[in-house]
């Protein structure tokens, strides 16, 4: 099983980015997708989480609001749509998928994909 995240990159204070994470099948031991972040010299933290199954979300306190993750079944993706970006939001972001359900402890998630860079500048 393989998670591949992608749309990462370079924005302005203010701007949008839409993280995508694909699996390359169905993780049928999994049933919540979570998205991570680590800043340069920080601890990896949670962003956001998804049922694969009912589709609740799950966010951290400081990234509700301008971050909404979502998810599509049929083609096995879940999507990170960031708005307001600061600079603070600036680190590679990492898709995990877990099954104890909607957790922000990443030792909750068995796979993870290879993290996507996001560097949004003042």
């Known amino acids: 099983v393989q998670l591949q995240a992608s749309g990462g990159g370079l924005v302005q204070a203010g701007g949008s980015l839409r993280l995508s994470c694909v699996a390359s099948?169905?993780?049928?031991?999994?049933?919540?997708m979570g998205w991570f972040r680590q800043a340069p010299g920080k601890e990896r933290e949670f962003v956001a989480g998804v049922s694969w199954s009912s589709g609740t979300t799950y966010y951290a306190n400081s990234m509700e609001g301008r971050f909404t993750i979502s998810i599509d079944n049929a083609k096995n993706t879940v999507y990170l749509q960031m708005n307001s970006l600061k600079p603070e939001d600036t680190a590679v972001y990492y898709c995990a998928a877990g099954a104890y359900g909607l957790q922000s402890d990443e030792r909750m998630y068995n796979y993870w994909g290879q993290g996507t860079q996001v560097t949004v500048s003042s």
């Open positions: 099948r169905r993780i049928y031991s999994s049933n919540v």
